[in-house]
T-cell receptor, first 116, second 115 residues
C-alpha cells in the first residue's frame, strides 16, 4: 500500500502523560502536514514540513506540542503533559510539489487520542 | 478572512436524489478548492477538486460548481446512493498567501442517503 500511514490508530492515556504519534507519508512526497480534528468539526491545521524543515506552526500548537521530520521521511508528533482538551483525531497528510498540477493532499487514517 | 463556511450541517436525501452542499469563502487568494469524503473512524479521502479559473468540474456522479464572483462553490452528488452516506468537507488552499499551501476546512456536512 502506498498511501499515508499513521501509528498508532488509537491511543488512550491519562492526563499528564506524554504521547507520540508517527506518520509515514507517501514516499515521493516532500510536504507533510499535521491537522487536528475534534468531533463534528473539520480538520484544523497544526504544522507543516517541507522535507525536514518545519516551516509553519499554527497558534493551536502550544509549547506542549512538538513535531519532527528527521531526514525528511517519516514524522512524529509529541504531546507532553496531555490534557483532556487534547482528545481529538490527529491527522497526517502529504503532498508533492511536482507532477500533479494540483499537489493534492492525501490523508492518513488518523490517530484517535483519548485523554482520561 | 481565512474561514470557509459550509452548509447545511446535515442532509437527508432519498436514494437516486441529488445531494447539494454549499461553501463560501472570503479570501480571494485561495487557489484550489478540494472536497473530501470522510467515513466514521477514517481519514478524509479526496473526492474531487477545482481551481478558481474553472466554473465546473465533473467526475462521475460528483460535480463541483464554482462561482468566483460570489466566492461560493458547491458539490452536487447525482443519483445519490446509500454508500454515499458520509461526512463531506469542503476546503480551500492558502496558495501563495504563505509557503505551506495548507487547507482551511469547512465544518462538514453529514449526508444520509435513505434506501
Amino acid at each position: 500500500d502506498t498511501g499515508v500511514s499513521q501509528d498508532p490508530r488509537h491511543k488512550i492515556t491519562k492526563r499528564g502523560q506524554n504521547v507520540t504519534f508517527r506518520c509515514d507519508p507517501i514516499s515521493e512526497h516532500n510536504r507533510l502536514y499535521w491537522y487536528r480534528q475534534t468531533l463534528g468539526q473539520g480538520p484544523e491545521f497544526l504544522t507543516y514540513f517541507q522535507n525536514e524543515a518545519q516551516l509553519e506552526k499554527s497558534r493551536l500548537l502550544s509549547d506542549r506540542f512538538s513535531a519532527e521530520r528527521p531526514k525528511g521521511s517519516f514524522s512524529t508528533l509529541e504531546i507532553q503533559r496531555t490534557e483532556q482538551g487534547d482528545s481529538a483525531m490527529y491527522l497526517c497528510a502529504s503532498s508533492g510539489t511536482s507532477g500533479s498540477s494540483y499537489n493534492e493532499q492525501f490523508f492518513g487514517p488518523g490517530t484517535r487520542l483519548t485523554v482520561l | 478572512q481565512q474561514q470557509v463556511k459550509q452548509s447545511p450541517q446535515s442532509l437527508i436525501v432519498q436514494k437516486g436524489g441529488i445531494s447539494i452542499i454549499n461553501c463560501a469563502y472570503e479570501n480571494t487568494a485561495f487557489d484550489y478548492f478540494p472536497w473530501y469524503q470522510q467515513f466514521p473512524g477514517k481519514g478524509p479521502a479526496l473526492l474531487i477538486a477545482i481551481r478558481p479559473d474553472v466554473s465546473e468540474k465533473k467526475e462521475g456522479r460528483f460535480t463541483i460548481s464554482f462561482n468566483k464572483s460570489a466566492k461560493q462553490f458547491s458539490l452536487h452528488i447525482m443519483d445519490s446512493q446509500p454508500g454515499d452516506s458520509a461526512t463531506y468537507f469542503c476546503a480551500a488552499r492558502t496558495g501563495v498567501m504563505d509557503s505551506s499551501y495548507k487547507l482551511i476546512f469547512g465544518s462538514g456536512t453529514r449526508l444520509l442517503v435513505r434506501p
